[in-house]
């Protein structure tokens, strides 16, 4: 299976790239939140501001600085989809959406769970709950 | 004496010998290597863990000495060809934890293989024996069943507990075998079709595997609390070592170390349950100048005839729905392979539907590889409900054959955290069992082409909760190293209880089998 995601998540630290936007030097949780929810086309409500601190930190170790700001900016001026032109943002809000669909997260120690039956992937599935859980309760 | 018997395992072999045993009013001594599981607290483990293992709830199992499926050659030593995935837990109620509840008879033709198709060995007793003691077994657990179908296996009573719904797969597949001839049948399971006896009735919510959040379905626990409430003793962190032997080969001491410190018991009986790898390696390690192969070890055999489970798994995408995850684990399977005039040449198989999809396809699991194809928003959460709703996977596991090379020995260079030797495993699939993989996996094939299915795949895997036959029942000191009655040829007060003594495998889990020789064992001992 090619992609681990561990290489994944290590390919987005590749050269700059041009930028259209003034960019904050940090991305706030909010705006996280609602580029999250804009990939993930869920409501906002859907994701926990918890779990979205987590994704967050465990991105930023990863990512190319700028690139997160860049998304979240593009995001609050509806040029989204014209950002995730360029390859390596468009990895980076795939690795983003695989934070919230799995419930997980690459850390230096390895993959920790954020989130079980939250995780956004079994909102797919509307009569089930992952394992452990009796339909999700 | 410290007690009238002492039992080395809190298993599900351990627990009903002791719960039968002490309601009979004896004083019996309950040794645990592990300790107790609190179900909250591993269910809480398990919900975070990243890899979802078997044995994630259980950490601390690994640690008084037992494999890990994260690292299956920590605990064993693997000397190969073929590599042992056999599991266990050392915790009260052993490895009932996470089975998956399947609850079936052998075959009355599964006790006589040698006799009927020339291979393996015949059994020193028959169904007939046992049969009784299968019902009595299916009450203790718990087992729903169809009381109308006794799938090739005789019975005098009915199932405590009327048939687990069939999953919607069941339906979809047993439609494509009927078009091949073919039949499903409801597998009987260990698990709640209704409140019983103060366990809850099962959700259906394929949560059954590692562990069932509500206790719906049967672990051992349930008859150590029974063992104890009638008296039993039962001393957890005790890992046995050692069995002392006394004049006319009588077992004089069980010592133990471990968690709890050291120390001994003496005991009129002593029976080891302690499954199929420890039984052996306890037995080994127990060798002295009057048994220096081992104890109970004049055969030669201790150790050896080690069988494992090796399965077939397969999966697919139906062209409809079958909706996994909304019954328990597996509901139904398909019996017909396991008996016929091919066992002469390969062995039978028994096929179980899956009713929780694919073994990577789990909506969490499939979801990095959709959103790599380019998928997100609504279309990602489509095109995953769809794959989720239409996966098929049949899991067949084949019989082994008992081969005196496949066996476990002590690795006397590789001690565990006690100073203990660790099992050193020598194992190789035989060909008989490979035959049988290839049969199966064609079966699969057919029933996919029958389906109409797409993106098919199979693998073959090992089914870890099958590691029989390293202290065989026989007839002949020579050749077996328990009688039919489970007593140790070479020592009159030992007695040893589990799939360890199993002369064939069948291709029906053991655990039931297991529960009948716990109950007749305690029937033959007075309770």
Not at chain 1, 39 to 46: E, T
Request: glycine share 12%; charged share 20%; net charge neutral.
């Amino acid at each position: 299976m090619g992609w681990t995601r561990r290489s994944f998540l290590a390919s987005l630290a590749m050269a700059a790239l041009p930028g259209s936007f003034v960019v904050a030097s940090e991305v706030d949780l909010e705006g996280f939140l609602e580029l999250s929810a804009r990939l993930a086309a869920v409501p906002r409500a859907r994701l926990s501001p918890v779990h979205a601190a987590r994704y967050l930190e465990a991105l930023r170790a990863w990512s190319r600085p700028g690139d997160l700001e860049h998304l979240v900016e593009a995001c609050r001026h509806d040029r989204l989809e014209q950002a995730l032109r360029e390859p390596r943002r468009r990895r980076l809000a795939e690795a983003l959406l695989e934070a919230w669909y799995t419930g997980t997260v690459e850390t230096p120690s390895g993959v920790v769970r954020v989130a079980g039956g939250e995780a956004l992937a079994w909102d797919a599935i509307p009569y089930a709950g992952p394992p452990g859980t009796c339909h999700g309760r | 004496m410290d007690a009238d018997v002492a039992i080395v395992g809190s298993g599900v072999a351990g627990a009903l010998l002791g719960w039968r045993l002490a309601s009979a009013g004896a004083r019996v001594l309950l040794l645990e290597a592990g300790g107790p599981v609190d179900r909250a607290r591993a269910l809480a483990r398990f919900q975070a863990s990243p890899d979802r293992a078997l044995d994630s709830p259980y950490p601390e199992s690994a640690r008084v000495g037992a494999p890990s499926a994260g690292d299956l050659a920590r605990h064993y030593v693997q000397e190969g060809p073929d590599f042992l995935s056999g599991l266990y837990l050392r915790l009260v109620g052993g490895t009932t934890w996470h089975w998956l509840g399947t609850a079936l008879r052998m075959l009355p033709e599964d006790f006589g293989l040698r006799s009927r198709h020339g291979v393996g060995e015949d059994w020193p007793l028959g169904y007939g024996d046992l049969e009784p003691w299968y019902g009595r077994a299916e009450d203790a657990l718990g087992v729903a069943g169809d009381s109308g179908n006794d799938l090739g296996s005789p019975r005098s009573s009915p199932y405590p507990m009327p048939p687990h719904r069939p999953a919607r797969v069941d339906g979809v597949v047993g439609a494509a075998a009927a078009r091949l001839g073919w039949t499903v049948d409801p597998l009987p399971q260990a698990r709640n079709s209704r409140p019983w006896e103060g366990r809850p009735a099962c959700c259906g919510a394929a949560s059954c595997t590692p562990l069932c959040p509500i206790g719906a379905k049967y672990d051992a626990s349930v008859h150590v609390r029974r063992a104890v409430a009638a008296g039993a003793e039962l001393r957890t962190g005790a890992v046995v070592h050692r069995l002392g032997v006394g004049a006319g080969g009588r077992i004089e001491r069980v010592c133990w170390t471990g968690p709890s410190g050291p120390g001994e018991a003496r005991a009129g009986v002593v029976v080891v349950a302690a499954h199929a790898v420890e039984t052996p390696r306890l037995l080994l390690a127990s060798r002295n100048p009057r048994n220096p192969s081992g104890v109970a070890n004049s055969s030669g055999l201790v150790g050896r005839c080690l069988m494992a489970g090796n399965a077939v798994l397969s999966q697919a995408l139906a062209p409809v729905r079958v909706d996994p995850y909304g019954a328990p684990q597996a509901t139904s399977g398909m019996l017909g392979f396991r008996e016929g005039p091919f066992r002469s040449g390969r062995s039978g198989f028994l096929l179980a539907i899956a009713t929780d999809g694919w073994a990577d396809g789990a909506p969490d699991r499939l979801a990095p590889r959709l959103i790599r194809r380019g998928l997100r928003g609504k279309a990602l959460r489509a095109a995953l409900e769809e794959h989720v709703r239409r996966q098929v996977a049949l899991a067949s596991t084949c019989e082994d054959l008992p081969d005196p090379e496949n066996r476990i020995e002590l690795a006397e260079d590789h001690p565990d955290a006690f100073g203990i030797p660790r099992p050193r495993i020598r194992y190789r699939i035989p060909d008989w069992t490979r035959a049988g993989q290839a049969a199966a996996r064609a079966v699969h094939e057919q029933l996919f082409e029958a389906l109409g299915a797409q993106e098919r795949g199979h693998a073959t895997a090992a089914d870890p909760g099958y590691l029989l036959g390293t202290c065989r029942m026989g007839t002949e000191p020579a050749t077996s190293v328990v009688t039919s009655d489970l007593r140790a040829h070479d020592h009159p007060n030992l007695y040893l209880l589990g799939s360890m003594v199993f002369p064939t495998a069948g291709s029906a889990p053991p655990t039931l089998t297991v529960a009948a020789l716990a109950l007749r064992l305690a029937g033959l001992l007075g309770a």
